[in-house]
């Protein structure tokens, strides 16, 4: 450390790093799912409807409820502890994931997952905030954001590695059995290297202990602020359609053209989904945070414009008569897509009270996952079987043009946004340092 609370560039540096690593894991247990859905489904005879159940609300609904009480104990104990334990919880849960043998089994692992991811981003966004300022917040949440694209580049990656010479040589058991033993022996290592920080270490000059005032009284301060209200519709309309895009992409590509070699086209996603997504998380935050010096409102116009050219895209994708037209599609939707992860992270930090960092990022990961990942695969898989008399290729894409469109209420939440952050970012400023006040005394 640098001074009482300052962590060295380097130290600090090399935690974003480990902490994107294991947000990372995190999306490959969730990829993988989506990655594998042809095989899984034919082993397990799964319907199109269980198949996005089991993607969606069978791991959203205890993904989002557990991590409430999960931040709630990251604002209060060892946020380095909680991660670890919960790293290594949705890693064996992963593990047995490979043993099950029917949608029941399944179903029950990707729920032990969903309860083990929920204590993953809390902690981490919590950790992340005490060791950057707000200038930079939304750069150092942008690079972890970037846990996401490389989560999903590595999934398809392990795929093609651990898949034999054909598509029937696919060994899924094999591939989440893997996976899960490895997550297990990140969590060792989150657990030894990593040093509980400070508190609101980059508010205050000097160490103090934040007063913590009831938790009822905190949770509707968070609830006041319309700004963060706007910004969890934003990206839960927005991530709606991408986890839907996610869970039936690599179903789509081989029922449009079976002949198309299996092993090829995920290390092709796997590098689209690296580079792109990456790339868009990457220069979304930076373009953030310096835009936002000039009008704190870019952080709300920024997003919405992304997913304005997202939804052409989108659609696009789902229409193209080749595999080929298709990934060139994604690969532009992908860019901008990944535009607005840094942005929004940044505003559910910044906006939260420092005690509340950990829930607010929960809170805001409720509404998310509830609608994007519970509701948007769910649904769309659910539309492909009520549209299945127009042959399987026609249905994907009827269901995907009308989950595209959810894309529009994502737009309008982030032009309020950009509307009410001035008042709020303001708000937010005072109120820590009414706290910091409170905690010199």
Known sequence: MSGKNQPTKGYRTFVLILLTIVYGFNFIDRQIVGILAPFIQEDLSLTNTELGLLIGLAFAVFYTTVAIPIAWLADRYSR?????????????????????TNFVQIGLARMGVGIGEAGGSPPSH????????????????????????????????????????????VNWREIFIFLGVTGIILAIIVKLVIREPVRGAMEFDDQREIEKPPFIESLKTLLRIPAWWAMCFGIAFGSFVSYSKS?????????????????????????????????????????????????????????????????????????????????????????????????????AQTLAPIHMRAMS?????????????????????????????????????YAMTITSLVFIPSIISFFVVSKKLPKDWKEAEKNNLELAKVGSR
Not at 134 to 157: D, H, N, Q, T, W
Not at 285 to 307: E, N, Q, V
Request: proline content about 3%.
């Open 126 to 169: 919590s950790i992340i905030s005490d060791m950057y300022p707000k200038e930079e917040r939304a750069s150092a949440l942008g690079v972890y954001s970037m846990g996401i694209p490389i989560g999903v580049m590595a999934a398809y990656f392990v795929t093609a590695a651990l898949i034999g010479a054909s598509s029937d040589d």
């Open 80 to 100: 380095i502890n909680i991660l670890s334990i919960a790293l290594a919880t949705w890693s064996g849960f992963t593990a047995l994931t490979g043993l099950a």
């Open 247 to 347: 869970a039936f992409h690599t179903k789509y590509l081989v029922t449009l053209d079976p002949n198309f070699d299996f092993q090829t086209l995920v290390i092709i996603l796997g590098i689209i989904n690296g580079i792109t997504y990456a790339g868009g998380a990457f220069f979304g935050a930076r373009l953030a945070d310096k835009w936002g010096k000039k009008d704190i409102r870019a952080y709300g116009w920024l997003p919405a414009i992304s997913i304005t050219l997202c939804l052409p895209l989108g659609i696009a994708a789902w229409w193209s008569s080749t595999v080929e037209l298709n990934l060139i599609f994604t690969s532009l939707f992908l860019v901008f897509m990944g535009i607005y992860l840094g942005p929004s992270f940044a505003i």
């Open 361 to 397: 990022t929960a809170l805001f990961f409720f509404i998310l996952n509830m609608i994007g990942l519970g509701l948007g695969p769910s649904i769309s898989g659910w539309m492909i079987d009520l549209f299945k008399e127009y042959g399987e290729v026609e249905s994907i894409r």
